[in-house]
């Protein structure tokens, strides 16, 4: 899951004169912001450290992570000119990607090394609102308006996300996520209409790489039996569904991933060490599970808490 940073004094340190995107262009910085919860935690794998605006930065669109912001575009994408602009990814655009993944996956072993990229909906509502949104007005404007262009955008976008995760396995990942976040932001309905074939043409896609594939949204709940539709092997939850009822709306064979709630890390010990205990229990019904916060660490999370937490998945999960 998504650090979104700054938990980490020796991630702070690092960062300190570095901006995001420049942090995720460098490969020294790659490897070590991406090793760094691997030391500290022992966990049983490590996620590459990047973002999902990277691919597009890569293909020339000008835009920024700011602080306590999140993306921000300078030139949103609200039509025909705009949906031009975003050209095919090469893996030439994206060298420092196959550095620092076979650097990493070298250092790692046999520990698995996740890729990941952004799904096409949280990508397209970034391009078109221009930062982050709560509504997804403008997105929504174009997607219910213009069917065909929208239909133009989420192909180029997935097609950009697609080899941005090949370029992450043809270089040693073990395993990709697939981040469509904001999703959530959609009925069921419109899920299916308008992102789900593209969706499923990535998954497709990626089917002969025998990686396993994870797709994650937030606010999930209404939509995780299309989620596991689209094809993945694994299907993240957020915090909202416990995973016994989650496994029941996905399809069968579909393992989970989840689902503390990342704000539980700011209870008392006892609590974090029931509620965690809680949704292992209820991963039980589920075909597979990945123990993770139900979305990413906050900013403020006490790193002792993770160290806590991930001895206790340890314990709990060898019995
Ligand atoms: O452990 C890791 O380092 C994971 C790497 C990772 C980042 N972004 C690094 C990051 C991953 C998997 C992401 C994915 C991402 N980025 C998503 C999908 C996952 C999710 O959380 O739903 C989304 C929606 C984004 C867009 C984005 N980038 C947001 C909303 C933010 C937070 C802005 C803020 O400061 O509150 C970012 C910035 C970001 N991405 C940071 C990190 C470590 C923080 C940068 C900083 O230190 O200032």
Known sequence: MRQAGRSLPEYRRVRADVPMLEACARPDMIVEITMQPVRRYDIDAAIYFSDIVVPLKAIGIDLDIKAGVGPVVAEPIRGADGIKRLRELEPDDVLFVTEAVGELTEELGDRPLIGFAGGPFTLASYLIEGGPSKNHERTKALMYGEPDLWDELMRR???????????????????????????????????????????????????????????????????????????????????????????????????????????????????????????????????????????????????????????????????
């Open 157 to 319: 976008l997935s097609a950009i996300t697609l080899e941005f995760l090949r370029v992450q396995i043809a270089a040693g990942a073990s395993a990709v996520q697939l981040f469509d976040s904001w999703v959530g932001a959609l009925s069921a309905e419109d899920y299916r209409t308008c992102v789900l074939p593209h969706a499923s043409w990535i998954f497709e896609q990626l089917s002969g790489s025998e990686v396993p594939r994870i797709h994650f949204g937030v606010g999930t709940g209404e939509l995780l039996g299309l989620l596991s539709e689209a094809g993945a092997d694994v299907v993240g939850v957020d915090w909202r569904v416990p995973l016994d009822k989650a496994a029941q709306r996905v399809q069968p064979g579909t393992a989970l991933q989840g689902n503390l709630d990342p704000a539980v890390l700011f209870a008392p010990w006892e609590v974090i060490a029931e509620r965690a205990r809680d949704v292992i229990a209820r991963g039980r019904a589920a075909e597979g599970h990945i123990f993770n916060l139900g979305h990413g660490v906050l900013p403020t999370t006490d790193p002792d808490m993770l160290a806590r937490l991930t001895h206790l998945v340890h314990e709990e999960s060898a019995r």
